[in-house]
């Protein structure tokens, strides 16, 4: 355990400023061009995961009566990285259909514009998720910007209504089930989670008799902010800036959608009879201690205690154990690199996924229900 006191130590906060030095490495590959294109997911996906291998895993937990205010250093990052990355996004539109056409080919301009899909949907939309779990409305706001950059605002509906509340359940998209590929994932969520999104704040709405065109309804602030983005892209880049704006909002949903599906996968909740399900537990994330990649992704690894207590900023989450908590052989660099390759994902995941059922769920016999997202929706 972290003393307080030495949790609210700035050597102990720099380490989750790491995703600073993706920034010089898109301007590089803006100037430079070339081979340096490809280094922001070079940087992202290979580096951090031979981090990862070098520096090992990270156990320690923080003191949990560790006060807001000893947390500075850690918020600042968080709070910093919504104008950092709007500059950067749209620096690099000014920059690729101005002044730096001249060198940078259509196809070198392609893969920058990927690696910032790359930032903003492993950091940016990663940020946002912090964000929109804070009860400060400037936090939150923050939070809508990150992912109005990348057309995805539903993102913060569906995952404080609906994920949430229903992770591990048939009710939730994003769980994936056992034995789905990502592939075939990815096209399900893109449709399901904007809807159950939207059918979540039409009933928050009818329950208080206002019909879903009120503008209450955070989607229209959603539309606004999304409209802003892409005005603002058309702009300063024209029809290409437009196209590398999508381009990069596509890569970075990409991204996000892979976490999700890496971080629950064939992970569920007991049914306990006429639609109702057992309370969530660390068991039902899987869980990932590795070092270097925690730093890059601010603890979203400790995504088991994330679900068991939603209201912990990220320093202060919990590592656990095998024993509480089912453990990932990688970081989520290694692994959402093998969750591209089904067959590869299943032959390591599968083994964990049976493991797990056996450990905690002896007494279930038949998983078919589960396997195929069959069981009642939870009231």
Not at 9 to 19: C, D
Not at 87 to 114: C, K, M, N, Q, R
Not at 327 to 349: E, F, H, I, S
């Amino acid at each position: 355990m972290i003393p307080a006191n030495q949790v609210a130590q700035v050597h102990r906060a720099l380490p989750f400023w790491m995703s600073l030095l993706l920034v010089p490495v898109a301007v590089l590959g803006a100037v430079q061009g070339g081979w340096t294109v490809i280094l922001l997911p070079v940087v992202t996906w290979f580096f951090f995961s031979l981090l990862d291998a070098i520096l090992g895993l990270y156990t320690e937990n923080a003191d949990l009566e560790t006060r807001e205010e000893q947390l500075g250093w850690y918020r600042v990052i968080t709070l910093i990285w919504t104008p950092v990355q709007f500059g950067l996004l749209y620096w690099l539109l000014w920059y690729v259909t101005g002044p730096g056409d001249a060198h940078l080919s259509a196809p070198e301009t392609i893969l920058l514009f990927f690696g910032m899909g790359v930032i903003s949907g492993t950091v940016g939309i990663n940020y946002s998720h912090e964000l929109m779990h804070q009860k400060d409305r400037g936090e939150r706001f923050l939070g809508d910007v990150l992912l109005a950059m990348v057309l995805y605002s539903h993102f913060r509906s569906e995952h404080l209504l609906v994920h949430h509340r229903y992770v591990g359940t048939p009710r939730d998209p994003v769980t994936a089930r056992y034995n789905e590929g990502f592939h075939r994932f990815f096209p399900r969520v893109l449709k399901q989670c904007w809807l159950s999104a939207f059918r979540a704040e039409r009933e928050m709405l009818a329950r208080r008799n206002l019909p879903w065109h009120e503008l209450k309804n955070p989607f229209f602030r959603y539309w606004a902010l999304q409209g802003f983005m892409l005005l603002l892209a058309v702009l300063i880049g024209g029809w290409a800036g437009l196209g590398l704006f999508l381009w990069q909002a596509i890569v970075a949903v990409w991204q996000l959608e892979l976490v999700n599906y890496i971080e629950h996968y064939g992970l569920t909740r007991k049914h306990l009879g006429d639609g109702k399900y057992e309370h969530v537990q660390p068991r039902h994330s899987w869980n990932a201690a590795h070092k270097a990649s925690n730093w890059l992704l601010i603890n979203l690894q400790r995504h088991s205690d994330h679900h068991y207590k939603p209201d912990r900023r990220f320093p202060l989450l919990q590592n656990y154990t095998e024993a509480d908590a089912p453990q990932l052989p990688y970081g989520y660099p290694v692994m959402t690199m093998a969750a591209m390759v089904p067959p590869l994902w299943r032959r390591v995941m599968n083994p964990r996924v049976r493991r797990w059922r056996a450990m905690y769920y002896p007494e279930i016999n038949d998983w078919r229900p589960y396997n195929k997202a069959t069981n009642p929706m939870p009231r």
